[in-house]
T-cell receptor
Framework: GAGVSQTPSNKVTEKGKYVELRCDPISGHTALYWYRQSLGQGPEFLIYFQGTGAADDSGLPNDRFFAVRPEGSVSTLKIQRTERGDSAVYLC????????????FGPGTRLTVL | KQEVTQIPAALSVPEGENLVLNCSFTDSAIYNLQWFRQDPGKGLTSLLLIQSSQREQTSGRLNASLDKSSGRSTLYIAASQPGDSATYLCAVLDSNYQLIWGAGTKLIIKP
């Protein structure tokens, strides 16, 4: 498994529930990014990590969204009190250098909030 | 605020034709520009990355150019094949190290 992996691939939940989305980056990549993509749109930046710390979380839409990367590898995006508007594909990417390196993307998690 | 626009939104051409996809951005203060390919239900695959100091990059039948001062990039695909059918997205790495994306061009190559 040399690429970025994301689990689950699909998640269906009810409005108001809590969900966690997981991302396993490429081994050795220090930078990790989360994006959200709605149908027919390009991805929208949410947050990125350099190592264990969130270097920029300005894209998180509100305080229901939170992400962690406690050991500088795997990251979890957490969404509380989900709303129907949260339905989208959540993409994770990693790179070896946040400034100039190509970002390598996982297949995404499709979240559907009923 | 950086904005990225891709034209056209969709394009359908016969197999074998050369084609050009366009990307424009409003703020020239970028670190790099990338072109990605997205297949239905799948993740994004990086095709070409052009650093801000570069003018173009080539990979096989693909050539991407960058004119930072005018805020434009083009992706040229030579001798198109049905397997090239996908959505092509461009993204710029802005001064805050955020990737700002266009909405994509959906390309269909007809056999």
């Amino acid at each position: 498994g040399a690429g970025v992996s994301q689990t689950p691939s699909n998640k269906v939940t009810e409005k108001g529930k809590y969900v966690e989305l997981r991302c396993d980056p490429i081994s050795g990549h220090t930078a990790l990014y989360w994006y959200r993509q709605s149908l027919g749109q390009g991805p929208e930046f949410l947050i990125y990590f350099q190592g264990t710390g969130a270097a920029d979380d300005s894209g998180l839409p509100n305080d229901r969204f939170f992400a962690v990367r406690p050991e500088g590898s795997v990251s979890t995006l957490k969404i509380q009190r989900t709303e129907r508007g949260d339905s989208a594909v959540y993409l994770c990417a990693s790179s070896s250098d946040y400034s100039t390196d190509t970002q390598y993307f996982g297949p995404g998690t499709r979240l559907t909030v009923l | 605020k950086q904005e990225v626009t891709q034209i056209p939104a969709a394009l359908s051409v016969p197999e074998g034709e050369n084609l050009v996809l366009n990307c424009s951005f409003t703020d020239s203060a970028i670190y790099n520009l990338q072109w990605f390919r997205q297949d239905p239900g799948k993740g994004l695959t990086s095709l070409l990355l052009i650093q801000s100091s570069q003018r173009e990059q080539t990979s096989g039948r693909l050539n991407a150019s960058l004119d930072k001062s005018s805020g434009r990039s083009t992706l040229y695909i030579a001798a198109s094949q049905p397997g090239d059918s996908a959505t092509y997205l461009c993204a710029v790495l802005d001064s805050n190290y955020q990737l700002i994306w266009g909405a994509g061009t959906k390309l269909i190559i007809k056999p």
